[in-house]
Structure formats: structure tokens, C-alpha cells
């Protein structure tokens, strides 16, 4: 056995289900040992976003709605995924950001700092989520939520928000936890360089 890591080889792939909201990919596999692996599911996405949205006062705007995984009202961030007419401003991810901001909570930013790319789940996604700062908010009409959805706003100070999620008071979708550190961490330097 080879002790070199490389990609597994697919030799077929199905889509075995498919919706508007998702897409599911199940592939026929054989790792670099040899190993079959078949089928191994795959959930193809579409890129996300999300987005940590500062007022000028400092604090942080909060999404707070029902999401059904968990069959409970969460906090949460200004997130959604990456759409087609998004892409023909040339930086997807900014556009749908900049669109999901207006749209889930009716602000505008007029600077965004892009802070971190990760992936949501390596093993079973295929997408990739950017995290964005938004700064310099003003409110520019009333939110236009999509079909069932209802979201509550909440403006938070951050520093006692991340000591909610630390002790547990405030449990959020984890890569809205990273990109709540991340922000605390950017701020953080822009406030030492000043």
C-alpha cells in the first residue's frame, strides 16, 4: 500500500435525484488502494454565501428564522447560495452577497471585505461558501423574502454574541460561527492599525 495520497477514480456517475433545492450525485468509485466504493453520494450546491453585516454603531445584524433540519428557530447570518444571474457581474459571490443582504433584510453596504472561502462539507459537498464583512450599512427599503420564508433581524453586539456561542447560550450553523470569528478578528486588526 502506497502511502501517497491521491483522488479517488470514478468510474460512473449517476444523478439519482434532483429538485430545485438540491442535487443528489451518487458516484462509482475505486480509491488509490483499490478500494470499490460504490455508490458514494455526493450533494451537489451551488456555491453559498454569507454575509456579517456591521452597523455603524458596531453591532451586528442577526437573521433569526425556523430552519427545518433541526426543527428549530435559529440565529443565523445574511446566507444563501450563489445563482445563476448572480455570475454575470463577474465576482458571483459578491453579487449574491450584495443580493441576499438587500433582499433578506432590505440594507445595503457600500463596502464588503471578503473574509475567508471554506467548504462546507468536504466529504459529501461539492460547494464551497464565502464569507463576507459588510460595512458602511444603510437601510435601503423593506426585505423580499422568497416563498415561505420569514426572517426576524436582531442587531447584536459581537463581542457578547460570541461569548453566547461559547457558552452555549447561542448555537448557529457553524460556518456562520467561523465567519463571526473571522469578522471579530478582522475588526480587531482595523481597530489596532487606527
Known amino acids: 500500500m502506497s502511502d501517497e495520497l491521491r483522488p479517488w477514480s470514478v468510474t460512473a456517475s449517476r444523478i439519482t435525484y434532483e429538485d430545485r433545492w438540491i442535487r443528489l450525485r ?19 450546491y451551488p456555491d453559498w454565501i454569507n454575509v456579517v453585516p456591521v452597523m455603524p454603531d458596531g453591532r451586528v445584524l442577526l437573521t433569526r428564522e425556523y430552519r427545518h433540519g433541526r426543527g428549530e428557530i435559529i ?20 453579487a449574491a452577497a450584495r443580493r441576499e443582504l ?5 440594507y445595503e453596504a457600500s463596502t464588503f471585505v471578503k473574509l475567508l ?19 458602511d450599512l444603510s437601510r435601503a427599503g423593506e426585505p423580499r423574502f ?18 453566547d456561542l461559547q457558552s452555549g447560550a447561542v448555537i448557529m450553523q457553524s460556518m456562520h460561527v467561523a465567519a463571526l470569528y473571522a469578522a471579530e478578528s478582522w475588526l480587531r486588526r482595523r481597530s489596532s492599525e487606527a
Do not use: I
Open 26 to 44: 451518487s458516484d462509482d468509485c475505486v480509491t488509490a488502494d483499490g478500494t470499490v466504493v460504490a455508490p458514494f453520494h455526493v450533494l451537489d
Open 75 to 94: 440565529h443565523g447570518l445574511v446566507a444563501g447560495g450563489v445563482e445563476r444571474g448572480d455570475s454575470e457581474t463577474g465576482d458571483a459571490a459578491m
Open 102 to 106: 438587500r433582499e433578506e433584510t432590505g
Open 117 to 135: 472561502t471554506s467548504y462546507p462539507n468536504a466529504a459529501s459537498h461539492s460547494n464551497a461558501v464565502t464569507s463576507w464583512l459588510a460595512l
Open 146 to 163: 422568497d416563498p415561505g420564508e420569514k426572517v426576524e433581524l436582531l442587531f447584536e453586539d459581537l463581542a457578547a454574541l460570541l461569548g
